[in-house]
């Protein structure tokens, strides 16, 4: 009876997080140009491009916005609908410095989302030499233009160093107002952005899912985690298309711009995860990610078992993981998103190699058990270094229990094989264990897992 009303109170809780959420990331912008050094007028094409993550979107790719800081658009250009949308646009920035092109969707659906672009902009001798004459012409013209007003307005009672002064004035007064309306500006923006990241449902769900697996397991409630996993498949996966991957919360931090907002906020992300992890091992992985909620449904189909090619192909993820990271880090992209299949199963969308990479992991969950979770996820590699880490610190337990009486049931019954015999206990091997709790339910002296 009181699981049942865990069972229940959990599903209202979640029910009515979901009822007040309305959003959910729908695209992926990029910014694509040959150039990221240019001269100060030169003229350059950019192309702005828009993919689906989601299977719907409801702001119109027209209501897309553009910004140019310390430049202007020279041609606006025209979207191009597909597979990919995309606008090719003219730009030329006018001033030395950084120049920086800003694309802006703020979508009912996916809240604020903005891509941006910097520029190196420097003078060129040419344009010097060109800015030189023009200012001398224009110096030349004042003369001639005060000399003729001056014989013509000689009993003129305004003095001049006032006309002149009254401008400055004028124009400093201009500028300030400018300043403090782009620095507004700039501080709504950061306000959206802040909110978008942090307090977007996924964000939010993904986080009390953990802290509810985190309760479920103090209190021993092992068989909640089909429950956990459900409806992470269904609202994370199905309903939101799989976006915002929550793998690709490492990837991020190489995506946006250092020390900015976001950076900070899917920092805090990892830092949160990598801290249950290392206390409490793979929760994240065992209990919340939809990707592995649908290997483990699928795996309860009774057949044969393919065990043996298990062994070493475990190791396989840590070596994605590197690539993964070298090729973040260099191109500052993020591509851990890149090798996930599952937004085609949830967008009901998609072709080609990836399409493929996702049947075959399907029918491979089938006979293995989380065949992705385990030997691709670049993400579980890392949250195995983590939880290996607490297990070296002594924060994490991976003796089953001084009660042990070797009986092998849970041996038997561990479908990740993360058991194995010790020297004097069978012990745990944290790298590879999701704590699902199955060792403890069927263990006969009810030993700590």
Known sequence: MRKIKFIIFTLLILVVIFSLSNNSFACNLSIISDKNEVNVGEEIS??????????????????????IINGEIVDEGNWIKGTKDTKEIVVKFTEPGTGIIKVIRDCPKGGLIVETKEFNVVNNNSTLNTEK???SNEKNSDILQKSNINESNSNDDTP????EE?????????????????????DNNISKEFQNYLFNPQTLLYIILIILSLIFISLKFYKLRFFTLLFSLIILGFYFGGCLCPVSYLGKLFEVEFLSIPFYIFLGL???????TIFKGRVFCGWVCPHGAIQEFLYKIKTKRFEK??????????????????LSFIYSKN??????PFKVLYNFSGAGAILIFLILILIFSIFIYRPFCRFFCPFGAYLGIISRLGEKLGLNKNIISNECIKCKKCLKECNSKSIYEGDEFYKIDTKECFVCGD??????????C
């Open 439 to 448: 060792c403890k339910e069927i263990c006969p002296k009810k030993s700590e």
């Open 46 to 67: 950019v192309t702005i491009e828009r993919v689906k993550t989601h299977k719907t979107c409801v702001l119109p790719i027209e209501e897309t916005e553009i910004e």
């Open 160 to 163: 001049k160093n006032d006309l």
């Open 166 to 186: 009254s401008n400055i004035e004028n124009l400093n007064n201009k500028t300030k107002d400018n300043t403090n309306s782009e620095n507004l500006n700039s």
């Open 309 to 326: 090619i298990e062994k070493y192909l475990k190791y396989l993820k840590y070596f994605i993981l590197a690539i993964v990271l070298f």
């Open 270 to 276: 990892i830092i949160f995860i990598s801290t249950v």
């Open 335 to 340: 591509y851990f998103c890149n090798i996930y």
């Open 133 to 135: 004459e023009n200012i």
